[in-house]
T-cell receptor, first 116, second 113 residues
Framework: KAGVTQTPRYLIKTRGQQVTLSCSPI?????VSWYQQTPGQGLQFLFE???????NKGNFPGRFSGRQFSNSRSEMNVSTLELGDSALYLC???????????????FGPGTRLTVT | GQQLNQSPQSMFIQEGEDVSMNCTSS?????WLWYKQEPGEGPVLLIA?????ELTSNGRLTAQFGITRKDSFLNISASIPSDVGIYFC?????????????FGKGTTLSVSS
């Protein structure tokens, strides 16, 4: 069974530009979450999508947005890039999430974004 | 943002030694997860814990979900060079209709042969 895939793996952008990252979850997984990983802040939750709906959002500015498609694939977008947005962006999928339920999240390899 | 207190921050051990690391939080979690991350890769799930007091093993790895639901530990027995990496604990929060993982800062493990 294929794991979580993320594209692209590496990206270099300039301040002020926008970027779109893509994530394909494990087959059958309907929940997709996004995380930002930096040396200073560690792993921080961005948002979670389930059945094309954002169900939870972390404490990030509105420049960070995402969406999920009917096939469960997800994209996240960062507009007006800042130097501090340089990070590893990780996508994780889980089989299903129910309110109050707990299911393991499996991570992709991440997209390394560098903003210059 | 909210984070877990994970310790130690780093460990330097000899091959064959046992290792122990732990996470504590002021919040109660329904699930504790332990991940390992190697350079250039995403975190890989090692163990998932769902019940307070639960003790679960995965090969040489053993993890426990604390009785108070505010802590967890991970033990690695008889370490080998391929155990090198960064180990993260994560607590799963239920927030509204969704969930989120809250991560510790990680324990960097170095193993010398």
């Amino acid at each position: 069974k294929a794991g979580v895939t993320q594209t692209p793996r590496y990206l270099i952008k300039t301040r002020g530009q926008q970027v779109t990252l893509s994530c394909s979850p494990i087959s059958g997984h309907r929940s997709v979450s996004w995380y930002q990983q930096t040396p200073g802040q560690g792993l921080q939750f961005l948002f979670e999508y389930f059945s094309e709906t954002q169900r939870n959002k972390g404490n990030f500015p509105g420049r960070f947005s995402g969406r999920q498609f009917s096939n469960s694939r997800s994209e996240m977008n960062v507009s007006t890039l800042e130097l501090g947005d340089s990070a590893l962006y990780l996508c994780a999928s889980s089989l299903v999430t129910l309110q109050g339920g707990s299911y393991e999240q499996y991570f992709g390899p991440g997209t390394r974004l560098t903003v210059t | 943002g909210q984070q877990l207190n994970q310790s130690p921050q780093s460990m330097f051990i000899q091959e064959g030694e046992d290792v122990s690391m732990n996470c504590t939080s002021s919040s109660i979690f329904n699930t504790w997860l332990w991940y390992k991350q190697e350079p250039g890769e995403g975190p890989v799930l090692l163990i998932a814990l769902y019940k307070a007091g639960e003790l679960t093993s995965n090969g040489r790895l053993t993890a426990q979900f604390g009785i108070t639901r505010k802590d967890s530990f991970l033990n690695i027995s008889a370490s080998i060079p391929s155990d090198v990496g960064i180990y993260f604990c994560a607590g799963q929060l239920v927030q509204g209709a969704g969930t989120a993982l809250i991560f510790g800062k990680g324990t960097t493990l170095s193993v010398s042969s």
